[in-house]
Every structure is written in C-alpha cells, then in structure tokens.
C-alpha cells in the first residue's frame, strides 16, 4: 500500500475537486492505496495540520463544487517561502525541509495539480529527489504540453455568458462595451469567448493591437447602423510599441495585470462617435460550479494521475494531447506559457467572421446586413 499526498498551488480553478475527489476514489477503490491532503500548496508540508488522510466521506459531495477542499496558495514556492523574522517578511529557501517532510511522512508520491507555477516547483523539486507527478490546471489554458487544463472551460462559459449580457444592453444604449478578461500573456479566454459571444474586436497578448484598427472597425459599424460593438479584451493585451498594463500592486513573483480594458474604452469614447464603457469580469471567471466538461477533464486527469502515483511514475503529469487523455514527460510543460498561434485556426476563424484582431481592419467584413 503506498501513502499519496495531494496538493493544489496556485491560484484555484472550477474543477479542483473534481480531480481531488478522482485521485482519492481511484487510489483507494482500484489501487488500494491512502491518500492524504495537504493543505495550502506546498507549504502545508510544513504546516502545524498541514496534512490529513482523505477517505471517500472527505471528497462526498464536492464534485460541482468551485474553490478546492486543500485551499490554494498563489505565494507558496518553497524555494522562496515568505517567512515573518523579527517582526520582517524575509524570503528563505524551504526545500530541503519540504524534501525531508516528505519522508518523514512516508509519502511514497506527491501529486501537485497546478498551472506553470506550481508545475516549474514540482520539476526543481523532482531534481532535487522529490517523488512528484503532476496536474495541469489554470483558467489560462496555457500549460505547455495538453491542450486544455482544468478550468479553463469553465471561464470561457463564464466570460462568453459576460459577452452575452454586455450584448443586450449595448444594443439598447447604442455603446461600445469592452470587457476585460483574465488569462495573463494567453489569449485563450479572450479568443474562444470572443467568438462564441459574438465579439466585433477581440484583443489578444499574441497579437499586438493598433488603435487605429480598432477605432476603424467601431466606427464603420456605427456608419452601416450598428451603432454598438462588443470588444473582447485580454488583460494581458498591449499596443504595438507599447507596454502591457499593470496594477499598481506588489506582488512576490507575479505582478498583477489589470486596467487595458478600462484604457481601451476610454480611447474609443475620445476617437469614436460612440459612447464606451468597460467592465472587468475579474476573479468570476474563477470561482463557481465546474462545467461538465471541466468535471469530466478533471475526473480523467485524476484517474491519470492515481495510476501514475500507483505505478511509481515520478515526474509525468496528465495530459490532453490530439484529443485523448494521457500522460506526458512533466518536462514537457517546461517553458514559457502556451499561447494562441496568431495563424492558427481559432485566430483565422475569427478574421473569417470579420471580428477585428486588433492588427488590422479588414473593411470588406462590413457589409450592409
Ligand atoms: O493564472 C490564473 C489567473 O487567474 C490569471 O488569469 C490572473 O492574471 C491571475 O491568476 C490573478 O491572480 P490573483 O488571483 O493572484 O489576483
């Protein structure tokens, strides 16, 4: 019988405990195996109560549920843990004492279900002799290695059901509404809902916007009579030549994006004979019930990553790859965010229903209707 410890890093994501409640049903239904929480990412390791065994009571009843039973910890890098010293923040290098709890506990396997963060950890610390497999999840979609990460589903139904209700009330005001989407340096969310929200411009961080475009494809749209737009924007979306929108917070490792949306209608309302507004759908398109199919990724990740921990498989990590779930070298996932392919076929698809991208304005699109 072999002891699992499992944890999830980072920011949370729909579908958490979906995965959570897989890895516990399958490793003590089909493996035969004990499986303990660890709470908070890699720091409950170290926690007073940090970690505590999972049986089939603990994980009833959590399926639709958002959030993850473990907590989630955006700031728990154990090669810098942030530790109070003298009254002072000071930043310390933990994993030796990670490494040595996990034998201490006689964890045989850890499983880290997370985004590019958690997963980078998980890798220096498989080198350093932690016995790690991995879960991709982030509502980003930008895990190097699958095709799709748990959450992500979920936000896009989220910010496409945003697009939907921004489209009602533009239409009666006659306004260019801008709603600004998470996502970080992927347009993923901002892609996908854009399209299936009927956006007229989606800006994306792989494309590179020019106002010029932007303000040409709006104003066309107001001279045909359409006399409302729909603008589908990515946090992390930046002018050519200029710079990507922080806000003005301090945040260990990961400064926080924020702002491009709220810039670009004030742009359209200077250039544009139409009134703009901007609307920052924020931390909604994390939290809630899982979708079925964040559920069912989530689910098929879990039993994945049972069997990974079952078999001794140290350092793979579950993974949608051509479609089927698999498992992948958690090297794979090594290296800068996955991004939208600017020719891809999502991006084509756009153009091809004349959505401007930002780039350029396609003027044949406007057609009289
Ligand atoms: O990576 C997931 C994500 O939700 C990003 O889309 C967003 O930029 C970031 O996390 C927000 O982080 P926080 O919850 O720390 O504000």
Known sequence: MKRIGILTGGGDAPGLNAAIRAVVKTSLGVYGNEVYGIRRGYGGLLAEGGVFPLDYAAVRGILPQGGTILGAASRGNPFAFQVKENGQMVTRDGSDQVIDRIKDLGLDMIIAIGGDGTLAIARELIRKGAPIVGIPKTIDNDVIGTEMTIGYDTAVGMATDALDRLHTTAEAHHRAMVLELMGRYAGYIALMAGVSGGADVILIPEIPFRYEAIFKKIQARVDR?????????????????????????????????????????????????????????????????????????????????????????????????????????????????????????????????????GDRYDAHHEIEE
């Open 225 to 357: 009579g359409a006399h409302f737009s729909l603008l589908a924007v990515s946090e992390g979306a930046l002018p050519v030549a200029g710079e990507r929108i922080y806000q003005d917070v301090e945040v260990v490792g990961q400064p926080r994006l924020g702002g491009i949306g709220e810039q670009v209608a004030e742009q359209i309302e200077a250039h544009c004979a139409v009134e703009a507004r901007a609307t920052v759908l924020g931390h909604l398109q994390r939290g809630g019930s899982p979708t079925p199919y964040d559920r069912w990724l989530a689910s098929q990740f879990g039993a994945v990553a049972a069997r990974l921990a079952a078999e001794n498989r140290v350092g793979r990590m579950a993974a949608l790859v051509h479609g089927r779930v698999t498992d992948i070298d958690l090297v794979e996932s090594q290296g800068k965010a996955r991004e939208v392919d600017p020719n891809g076929a999502g991006v084509q698809t756009a153009r091809g229903l004349g959505i401007c991208m």
